[in-house]
């Protein structure tokens, strides 16, 4: 799996009669010129499960959704060199073994996400004739709690306690203070502080995920014609939207520029990253190499740790407060659905049916139930 040579292909301009030549070659074709795997080596097998089903030509994977699949595949791979297994030896025995595996190991919504990834690679095996039966008939995923919850047990009773994933607006901000606290050195101390605070307020005012952060550039910018700051973002699945940025968001955004030297000319075609390393030299802006998500990660967990609450606080968390405020304030569902990014209203809906439930008691304070 760490060599898959068929991959190297997805950018070539001949890439179907490559692709042809290549699986003929490989006698992957049966007589009806269909994708055959029944007589293919388990090495060819993985190559066109990850080539046809992971990562697919023309589809955008973040990089948490790969760092997913390299993490699931290689938990199956772990379980498969634990018994003394090979792909070819799973049959039914072995689809419930795993499944028993992966529940009890993982909590719900990894042991789905893991499942799922299984379910996947069993189908394709299916389809391909690298498995003549329907194997993935017999995995049974765990119910999960909708939502964005952390499941905890409690001891000495192990009591199952949820905990949900974001934050109220007055630990938002008293968090955010943090971002700039966190420098310690005094190379580009004020560049830097400047950045971490923009990051944190970004997140918090745009629900934007870490990897649509990262991604964007000066030109990513743009003012309407009514004069409000907007920020053009390629999200999940390669789809653009449209985020409105708050004033407080767009103030720190110019001063973060000044405090580089750089122009705040709002410039469509300016591509160099907005976030980028900066390294303890006389001119920081000399190479700009864009920040990395374990850059990004660690600033926020060492604003968490300084604030000294909320240790499981990650990028993440400040998406999902988002979301929330803007239902709690009313703002229409189809509005947050467009600016969270979601694919599904259902997804956004999630939010709204916690909401409701958090302001039960506000409905039922207007209810005369005694004469």
């Known amino acids: 799996m760490k060599d898959l040579p068929i991959l190297n292909q997805l950018t070539s301009e001949q890439y179907l009669v490559q692709l042809r030549n290549n699986l003929e070659h490989r006698q992957l074709l049966d007589e009806n010129r269909n994708l055959s795997l029944s007589d293919s080596s388990e090495q060819d097998f993985l190559e066109m499960f990850f080539l046809e089903k992971i990562f697919i030509p023309d589809k955008q994977r973040s990089p948490h959704t790969i760092k997913a699949y390299r993490s699931d595949a290689k938990t199956l791979l772990i379980f498969l060199t634990e018994y003394s297994l090979s792909f070819r030896d799973i049959g039914f025995p072995e689809v419930k073994a795993y499944n028993k595996y992966i529940k009890e190991k993982y909590a719900p919504k990894s042991a789905i996400r893991k499942l799922e990834f299984f379910r996947r690679l069993l189908d394709f095996g299916y389809e391909t004739q690298f498995y003549q039966a329907h194997l993935s008939t017999w995995i049974t995923k765990p119910s999960s709690k909708k939502g964005h919850y952390i499941i905890e047990e409690t001891q000495p009773e192990m009591q199952t306690r949820v905990q949900v994933r974001e934050l109220n607006q007055k630990d938002a901000e008293y968090l955010l203070s943090f971002f700039p606290r966190i420098v310690k050195t005094n190379q580009n ?42 920020a053009d973002v390629i999200g999940k699945g390669n789809k653009p939207r449209t985020i409105p940025i708050k004033e407080e968001s767009e103030k720190l955004l110019f001063e973060y520029r000044k405090s580089l030297g750089e122009s705040v000319e709002i410039n469509p075609e300016d591509t160099s990253p907005l976030f980028f390393a900066l390294y303890n030299k006389k001119e920081p802006c000399e190479h700009k190499k864009r920040l990395t998500y374990p850059s990004l990660y660690k600033i926020v967990k060492e604003a968490v740790h300084l604030a000294g609450k909320h240790q499981k606080v990650s990028p993440h968390w400040f998406r999902h407060t988002f979301v929330t405020m803007l239902l709690e304030n009313d703002v229409p569902l189809a509005v947050v659905k467009d600016w969270a990014g979601h694919s599904d209203i259902s997804t956004t809906n999630i939010y709204l049916e916690r909401v409701n439930q958090d302001n039960a008691h506000v409905h039922m304070q207007k209810v005369n139930l005694f004469r």
Not at 193 to 221: H, M, P, Q, V
Request: net charge positive; aromatic share 16%.
């Open 189 to 230: 101390r004020e560049q830097l502080e400047k950045r971490n605070l923009l990051i944190g307020y970004l997140l918090y005012t745009t629900g934007l995920r870490a990897g649509e952060l990262l991604s964007l550039n000066w030109g990513s910018f743009r003012y309407n014609r009514q004069g409000y700051l907007y």
